[in-house]
């Protein structure tokens, strides 16, 4: 056995965020590689009606254990696979996004006496969240978990952030701490007559949520809402059926505002979204408040698809660099408003697993939180271009079909911001053309079904518009990842160790990985799922 699986012998390890793509991958090489751990608990929001317990137990067999990824665990085990699991894996109920992760004190108590390791995955990586939604999950969340963490002797707390929390900064971005009270235009040298305040930001965004949420239930608002809902649902008799379309207009227009402030705040700091803002909010926020507890930030790039373990190809989730690349497969995305130059950082999931298990064996020592930022550009770098160019060689092969057969591309059209508007306005333009001759059509028998595809195609249209600017936002990025802190630690693991728990990103070759596990994987276990594509 490798010294890395000798370490874990007997930890107890707290895992938040197991439900999602990162945190599957990593509770089956936990169970796989150590299951010699005395035990993961892994928090869980309950999602359904049912009693608590009961309702966490079977989303995890439903959401986790039943995934494809445990096939070779099912075969390691057999019969005695629920067993095993039983033995390993303990769930509770509860919520990061509440002080004291949602439990009563006793489970508090019972569960922070055992914990050696607590692992924070979970977040909203939606780029346009709410602000406030953001601000409790991914900023305020890290620092329930460190508030859990100081109650007791042992735990080392270790949070998944993103590189990304480095904002627009340009140049080569540094393994270190983000300092609290300093915005992402701070450390561009950018001045602003507004002073930055971690904490302060974080108030901010919450007093402006509570704020437009009352707004949105004065009696004016409230008329507005039922009068438009009145306007969309003439015919419904049933008042109830009115009152919930005016609750539902009245929660899309807070979520709305909110998510526009949150861009609106990331933006006047120098980041690019309310992701990548407020998860350096929680860093800042850790920092601030470590107060000794041993601290471990470990920033992935872009997580895609696993290389090795525990299969080529494995991915979960349209997100990444998946709506771009499928985008341009369908023929819906032949420009992109990027010169493609830039260079895109992505890295296996199974690399980031790896290296998370391995920085949890050198916990750090002294005050400040050790940084690992895990990603591929710095060493072994992939261009936009250069990925979209084996994407189109890939889709020449086994091209997408749609009604009328296979779907024939031609190459990516790299455009500035401005032809981009314009081929933009030009593909809008046709598409109102096409609607309203399909109004006046109506004497015709298909001129409905016509009509309802141009509809389809517009809100289609609008989608892809909004995904190619916001992807854009990352391609304009001129960064570049340092990672000496994850190479050092790979060159301390022991030849086995290096090999089980593999992270070397000089290792990938580019395009046999977007051609034959990245793209095939999506397609095998994404786009299938979503009954999207032949
Ligand atoms: N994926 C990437 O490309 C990428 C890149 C860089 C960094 N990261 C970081 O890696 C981590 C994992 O990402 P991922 O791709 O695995 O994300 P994901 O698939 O979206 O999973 C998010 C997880 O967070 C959980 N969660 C959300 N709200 C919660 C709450 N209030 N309390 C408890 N759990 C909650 C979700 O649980 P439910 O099932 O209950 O919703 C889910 O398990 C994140 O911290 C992310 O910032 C990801």
Same mark, same amino acid.
């Given at each position: 056995?490798?010294?890395?699986?000798?370490?874990?012998?007997?930890?107890?390890?707290?895992?938040?965020?197991?439900? !999602?793509?990162?945190?599957?991958?990593?509770?089956?090489?936990?169970?796989?590689?150590?299951?010699?751990?005395?035990?993961?608990?892994?928090?869980?929001?309950?999602?359904?009606?049912?009693?608590?317990?009961?309702?966490?137990?079977?989303?995890?067999?439903?959401?986790?254990?039943?995934?494809?990824?445990?096939?070779?665990?099912?075969?390691?085990?057999?019969?005695?696979?629920?067993?095993?699991?039983?033995?390993?894996?303990?769930?509770?109920?509860? $919520?990061?996004?509440?002080?004291?992760?949602?439990?009563?004190?006793?489970?508090?108590?019972?569960?922070?006496?055992?914990? $050696?390791?607590?692992?924070?995955?979970?977040?909203?990586?939606?780029?346009?969240?709410?602000?406030?939604?953001?601000?409790?999950?991914?900023?305020?969340?890290?620092?329930?978990?460190?508030?859990?963490?100081?109650?007791?002797?042992?735990?080392?707390?270790?949070?998944?952030?993103?590189?990304?929390?480095?904002?627009?900064?340009?140049?080569? =971005?540094?393994?270190?701490?983000?300092?609290?009270?300093?915005?992402?235009?701070?450390?561009?040298?950018?001045?602003?007559?507004?002073?930055?305040?971690?904490?302060?930001?974080?108030?901010?965004?919450? /007093?402006?949520?509570?704020?437009?949420?009352?707004?949105?239930?004065?009696?004016?608002?409230?008329?507005?809402?039922?009068?438009?809902?009145?306007?969309?649902?003439?015919?419904?008799?049933?008042?109830?059926?009115?009152?919930?379309?005016?609750?539902?207009?009245?929660?899309?227009?807070?979520?709305?505002?909110?998510?526009?402030?949150?861009?609106?705040?990331?933006?006047?700091?120098?980041?690019?979204?309310?992701?990548?803002?407020?998860?350096?909010?929680?860093?800042?926020?850790?920092?601030?408040?470590?107060?000794?507890?041993?601290?471990?930030?470990?920033?992935?790039?872009?997580?895609?698809?696993?290389?090795?373990?525990?299969?080529?190809?494995?991915?979960?989730?349209?997100?990444?660099?998946?709506?771009?690349?499928?985008?341009?497969?369908? !023929?819906?995305?032949?420009?992109?408003?990027?010169?493609? /130059?830039?260079?895109?950082?992505?890295?296996?999931?199974?690399?980031?697993?790896?290296?998370?298990?391995?920085?949890?064996?050198?916990?750090? /020592?002294?005050?400040?939180?050790?940084?690992?930022?895990?990603?591929?550009?710095?060493?072994?770098? =992939?261009?936009?271009?250069?990925?979209?160019?084996?994407?189109?060689?890939?889709?020449?092969?086994?091209?997408?079909?749609?009604?009328?057969?296979?779907?024939?591309?031609?190459?990516?059209?790299?455009?500035?911001?401005?032809?981009?508007?314009?081929?933009?306005?030009?593909?809008?333009?046709?598409?109102?053309?096409?609607?309203?001759?399909?109004?006046?059509?109506?004497?015709?028998? !298909?001129?409905?079904?016509?009509?309802?595809?141009?509809?389809?195609?517009?809100?289609?249209?609008?989608?892809?518009?909004?995904?190619?600017?916001?992807?854009?936002?990352?391609?304009?990025?001129?960064?570049?990842?340092?990672?000496?802190?994850?190479?050092?630690?790979?060159?301390?693991?022991?030849?086995?160790?290096?090999?089980?728990?593999?992270?070397?990103?000089?290792?990938?070759?580019?395009?046999?990985?977007?051609?034959?596990?990245?793209?095939?994987?999506?397609?095998?276990?994404?786009?299938?799922?979503?009954?999207?594509?032949?």
């Amino acid at each position: 056995m490798g010294e890395v699986a000798d370490f874990f012998r007997d930890k107890t390890l707290f895992v938040v965020g197991s439900t !999602g793509f990162l945190g599957k991958v990593l509770i089956e090489r936990i169970l796989w590689q150590v299951p010699q751990v005395r035990r993961i608990v892994l928090l869980m929001r309950p999602h359904s009606a049912e009693d608590q317990e009961t309702a966490v137990r079977l989303r995890a067999e439903r959401a986790i254990f039943s995934c494809p990824i445990f096939k070779r665990l099912h075969a390691r085990h057999g019969e005695r696979f629920d067993g095993f699991v039983r033995e390993k894996v303990k769930i509770v109920a509860g $919520d990061l996004s509440c002080p004291d992760l949602g439990l009563d004190s006793h489970s508090l108590q019972v569960l922070g006496s055992e914990v $050696d390791f607590i692992i924070n995955l979970a977040a909203s990586l939606h780029f346009h969240e709410r602000l406030d939604l953001a601000v409790r999950l991914n900023t305020l969340g890290p620092r329930h978990l460190l508030n859990f963490a100081k109650r007791f002797p042992n735990p080392t707390l270790l949070h998944v952030s993103t590189c990304y929390v480095s904002g627009r900064r340009a140049g080569s =971005i540094p393994e270190q701490v983000l300092e609290p009270d300093v915005s992402a235009f701070d450390l561009m040298g950018i001045t602003s007559n507004e002073r930055f305040r971690t904490e302060s930001e974080i108030e901010k965004a919450l /007093e402006v949520a509570q704020s437009v949420e009352s707004e949105s239930r004065t009696p004016a608002a409230r008329s507005e809402y039922r009068h438009a809902a009145l306007a969309h649902l003439p015919s419904t008799r049933i008042a109830d059926g009115h009152d919930r379309a005016a609750e539902r207009k009245r929660q899309r227009w807070v979520h709305d505002v909110l998510s526009q402030e949150g861009l609106s705040r990331a933006r006047r700091f120098g980041w690019v979204d309310t992701y990548t803002f407020t998860k350096a909010l929680g860093e800042q926020l850790l920092v601030k408040s470590s107060d000794g507890v041993p601290i471990i930030i470990l920033r992935p790039s872009a997580v895609e698809s696993s290389l090795y373990q525990p299969e080529p190809g494995w991915i979960e989730g349209y997100k990444t660099t998946t709506p771009v690349t499928y985008g341009y497969g369908k !023929g819906d995305l032949p420009d992109f408003p990027s010169r493609g /130059e830039g260079v895109i950082d992505i890295i296996p999931v199974d690399f980031v697993a790896s290296a998370l298990l391995a920085c949890l064996t050198t916990p750090p /020592e002294g005050r400040n939180p050790r940084v690992f930022q895990v990603g591929s550009g710095s060493e072994n770098p =992939i261009r936009w271009n250069e990925l979209m160019e084996y994407t189109e060689k890939y889709f020449r092969e086994f091209p997408l079909q749609n009604g009328s057969g296979p779907i024939v591309l031609q190459p990516m059209k790299y455009r500035s911001a401005e032809e981009f508007d314009t081929w933009v306005g030009d593909r809008r333009r046709r598409l109102r053309i096409a609607h309203s001759l399909c109004d006046q059509l109506d004497f015709w028998p !298909g001129a409905a079904r016509l009509s309802q595809k141009v509809a389809v195609r517009q809100r289609h249209f609008k989608r892809l518009e909004y995904i190619a600017r916001l992807y854009a936002g990352y391609t304009r990025l001129v960064c570049s990842f340092e990672t000496n802190n994850t190479r050092r630690l790979f060159r301390s693991l022991q030849r086995q160790d290096q090999l089980d728990f593999f992270f070397d990103p000089t290792a990938i070759e580019w395009p046999t990985y977007i051609r034959q596990i990245q793209l095939p994987g999506v397609r095998r276990h994404v786009m299938t799922k979503a009954g999207d594509v032949s």
